[in-house]
């Protein structure tokens, strides 16, 4: 059970665009700022956003996110087929003293 | 180039013990948090903790979960960081990754994980 929320799956078509959320608590992401990380299957996850809304360098701008309260979402624009692995959401726990992470969302690209 | 890799993963019995290492190159390792992070079999990212650099005290977090049973540690002479592992169940099989931090939380490089199984 992750602390963090995120929707199993979403899919859309190539060159859609989609959003994946992820919703948390007021210990978390109610006071603390969201990253969300890239998987492919067999490799080590990948920084995409952190500061909410920041793209660390060598991540295309398709690539945004959004933070509300305790709700945050990643926004990618003009999805490629390579786009497709899972996405995971995390944050700042200030009650636990550790980063908290979302159960991750798989993105299909039909 | 930035460069992480994991060692020391293998199957393990129930209640035994493992000690990973994590050797890094190509950053100033002695300035940066470094963390531990697993993934069990299909499962989500689990943060285990967090060694803070000898800048800021050297201190170390941890995950309620491993809190008991797992010691990280560093060697900031051979850019190296480790993670002991004792009282494994099979719950803690997954694969462990370590990591490099900036901003106290995040995870901006990572390397190719070292796979742990406990199982009899």
């Known amino acids: 059970q992750s602390v963090l929320t995120q929707p199993p799956s979403v899919s859309t078509a190539p060159g859609q665009k989609v959003t994946i959320s992820c919703s948390g608590g007021s210990s978390n992401m109610g006071r603390n700022f969201v990253s969300w990380y890239q998987q492919f299957p067999g490799k080590a996850p990948k920084l995409l956003i952190f500061?909410?809304?920041k793209r660390p360098s060598g991540i295309p701008a398709r690539f945004s996110g959004s933070k509300s309260d305790a709700s945050a979402t990643l926004h990618i624009t003009e999805v490629e087929t390579g786009d497709e692995g899972d996405y995971f959401c995390g944050a700042w726990d200030s009650s636990l003293g550790l980063v908290v992470f979302g159960g991750g969302t798989k993105l299909t690209v039909l | 180039e930035v460069q992480l890799v994991e060692s020391g993963g293998g199957l393990v019995q129930p209640g035994g013990s493992l000690r990973l290492s994590c050797t890094t190159s190509?950053?100033?390792?002695?300035?940066?948090?470094m963390a531990w992070v697993r993934q069990a079999p299909g499962k989500g990212l689990e943060w285990l903790g967090r060694?803070?650099?000898?800048?800021?005290?050297?201190?170390?977090d941890y995950a309620a979960s491993v809190k008991d049973r797992f010691t990280i540690s560093r060697d900031d002479s051979t850019n190296s960081l480790f993670l002991q592992m004792t009282g494994l169940s099979t719950e803690d099989t997954a694969m462990y990754y370590c990591?490099?931090?900036?901003?106290?939380?995040?995870?901006?490089?990572w390397g190719q994980g070292t796979l742990v199984i406990v199982s009899s």
């Open positions: 990591a490099r931090v900036f901003r106290s939380q995040y995870c901006d490089y």
């Open positions: 060694h803070r650099d000898r800048a800021n005290g050297n201190i170390i």
């Open positions: 500061d909410n809304d």
């Open positions: 190509g950053f100033t390792f002695r300035a940066h948090y």
